[in-house]
């Protein structure tokens, strides 16, 4: 095998692994599923540390409000979010039904 067909070798299973690293990281289905996810996560996360910025009274606001200077880009855009969203359970009910 010359140095040629080696690289010719090398080049077509790395394009074969790039190609399957991506499918696996950006374009496969599974990748929105994990995605909202993990989005569902951080809001549940914001909406027990935040609980008044929805009207819902909390005595845990008042020392979590020591964590907005970290997270008010998160902030901002969950906040967003769940007033766009018609609801946490619909969302979470579209999973399940397609």
């Known amino acids: ?9 090398y080049r ?3 394009r074969e692994w790039l190609q399957g690293l991506y499918h696996g990281m950006i374009s496969h289905p ?12 951080e809001d549940a996360f914001l909406l027990a540390c935040f609980p008044d910025a929805f009207g819902i009274p909390s005595p845990v606001s ?10 008010e880009d998160e ?5 967003r979010r ?4 018609d609801s946490y ?3 979470k ?3 399940y039904h397609f």
Do not use: C, H, N
């Open 30 to 41: 599974a990748y929105e599923k994990i995605e909202k996810e993990a989005e569902d996560s």
């Open 93 to 95: 009910g579209q999973q």
């Open 62 to 71: 008042y020392y979590t409000a020591e964590l907005l200077p970290y997270l």
């Open 89 to 91: 359970l619909e969302r």
């Open 1 to 9: 095998m010359t140095v040629a067909d080696r690289i010719a070798a």
């Open 12 to 14: 077509e299973i790395l």
């Open 82 to 85: 769940l007033w766009d969203r």
């Open 75 to 79: 902030f901002e855009a969950w906040e």
